[in-house]
């Protein structure tokens, strides 16, 4: 397989993933929402995962002997995707301090990154890749002349990095004015206890003046953000700190989540104004 391949395999991967999140998404939440890290209609995990999963069994001897059964086949899919899958959560959430994804919700999974349903259909889904996806993409990739790789692959790869350049300067960018309203209420936040400590009487008031002021400044962020910013933060399934973080009143995981929270209300708004 030349590299030209490679690129437009992993984006054509890559775009039917986006794809399967899109039917799946209104069936299990029961409303639409346009997935993935990036800008386009692209979530790069599935275009990464069935390209190795095509190397491994094109290239490593373990993989292409006739002793592969279908359940072996199906368990190395399964636990290769949730290895994945997990990895690609852990090292965003420590990048981002945010979760594309949560599986909290679904039985049996670890930490909220992987669930064994997933899991289940993720090995399904290799064996399918195996049997009947691959011959068929090499079939397909016979009839089209090396040339056309070549220059798909140059406009792919333009577009894709583009993309990356957008998405991740707009990420950068939110993630920082939300580190700026944070250390404002931190700082704010200290001040608030020390009053209270000092003043019990009129702790139930201070509390209700600090919550209030929360909520309007993460209204006042919400409104402020660029539209790149607000489409990112509709993708982010939720905010999170480290556990050192955690231990602060308001972290920017706190602040981030409210400030997700006052948009989704007023897309649910106008949803609903519309029907």
Aim: proline share 4%; aromatic share 16%; glycine share 4%.
């Amino acid at each position: 397989m030349s590299i030209s391949q490679v690129v437009v395999y992993f984006m054509f991967y890559s775009f039917v993933g986006w794809l399967w999140e899109m039917v799946y998404t209104p069936i299990e939440y029961k409303y639409f929402e346009n997935r993935g890290f990036f800008f386009g209609p692209i979530c790069p995990i599935y275009g990464f995962s069935i390209l190795l999963l095509q190397f491994l069994i094109r290239n490593v001897p373990f993989f292409t002997s006739e002793s592969m059964t279908l359940p072996k086949l199906f368990f190395i899919c399964m636990f290769g995707s949730a290895i994945v899958e997990y990895t690609t959560s852990w090292s965003m959430e420590t990048l981002f301090h945010a979760r594309w994804w949560d599986y909290s919700n679904f039985p049996l999974n670890i930490n909220g990154r992987i669930c064994l349903p997933a899991s289940v259909f993720f090995g399904i889904a290799g064996v399918m890749l195996v049997h009947y996806v691959f011959p068929a993409m090499d079939q397909v990739s016979s009839y089209i002349p090396d040339a056309a790789f070549e220059t798909a692959a140059l406009v792919l790869a333009a577009v894709f990095g583009a993309d990356y350049a957008l998405t991740n300067a707009s990420l950068t960018s939110l993630l920082e004015k939300i580190e700026t309203v944070n250390k404002e209420f931190t700082e704010k936040g200290e001040s608030v206890y020390q009053a209270m400590a000092a003043t019990p009487g009129q702790l139930k008031k201070r509390i209700i003046d600090y919550e209030m002021e929360t909520r309007e400044k993460a209204r006042a962020v919400a409104e402020s953000l660029s539209g790149p910013q607000k489409y990112l933060m509709a993708r982010i399934t939720k905010f999170s700190d480290s556990f050192e973080l955690q231990k602060k009143n308001y972290t920017k995981a706190n602040m981030g989540n409210r400030i997700k929270e006052y948009l989704t209300n007023i897309r649910y708004t106008q949803k609903n104004n519309k029907d």
